[in-house]
Structure formats: structure tokens, C-alpha cells
């Protein structure tokens, strides 16, 4: 079980970044601009296997640099925890260890 819940975290997290950053490349390109922001995703990935799901925060905080930026991280940090605890909960009442 705590096999597929790093799977699904990793899973996660990659996931929530590769679709901002390609949401946010697109943005930038619709306004004739450059997205400098550094949105690579294994450096966020290997710090989440550290610090668990925080490195969202600070990703989707340092990436806007705005306060909405900050609270959609906590947002990212708790959707990511309330899926693996749905998981695990569901794992449990399976009987799947």
C-alpha cells in the first residue's frame, strides 16, 4: 500500500506541475511574452520525496510570486494529502497493507 501512495504522490506532483507549466507556457505565448519561471519538475519531485507535498507550495509560490500564487500552492498541498488519505482510507477497508 505505501508503494502505490508514493506512486500516486509522485504522480501527483509531477502532474500539477507538468500541467501549469504548460498552461502558463501557453499563457505567456498568447500574450507575445517569454515564461522565464524554472518549472522543471524531477527537482520538485526529489524534494517532495524529502519534504512531502510542501515543495507544491513553494513551487506554485515562487512561480507567481503573488499571494494568490502562495494560497493556490496550500490548495495544490491540501488537494495532494486529501487524495492520498482517500486512497490509503480505501486501501484500508480493502485490507490491502
Given amino acids: 500500500m505505501?508503494?502505490?501512495l508514493w506512486l500516486?504522490?509522485?504522480?501527483?506532483?509531477a502532474g500539477l506541475i507538468a500541467v501549469d507549466r504548460k498552461r502558463e507556457?501557453?499563457?505567456a505565448r498568447e500574450h507575445g511574452t517569454v515564461d522565464f519561471a524554472d518549472r522543471r519538475?524531477?527537482?520538485?519531485?526529489?524534494l517532495g520525496a524529502i519534504f512531502g507535498p510542501l515543495p507544491l507550495l513553494v513551487y506554485f509560490g515562487t512561480t507567481r510570486k503573488t499571494?494568490?500564487?502562495?494560497?493556490?500552492?496550500?490548495g495544490a498541498v491540501l488537494a495532494v494529502y486529501a487524495a492520498l488519505?482517500?486512497?490509503?482510507?480505501?486501501?484500508?477497508?480493502?485490507?490491502?497493507?
Avoid: D, E, M, N
Fill in 2 to 4: 505505501s508503494i502505490l
Fill in 8 to 13: 500516486l504522490y509522485f504522480g501527483l506532483t
Fill in 25 to 27: 507556457r501557453a499563457k
Fill in 41 to 46: 519538475i524531477l527537482p520538485y519531485v526529489l
Fill in 67 to 74: 499571494k494568490q500564487g502562495w494560497l493556490l500552492g496550500v
Fill in 85 to 97: 488519505v482517500v486512497v490509503a482510507v480505501i486501501g484500508h477497508a480493502l485490507g490491502v497493507h
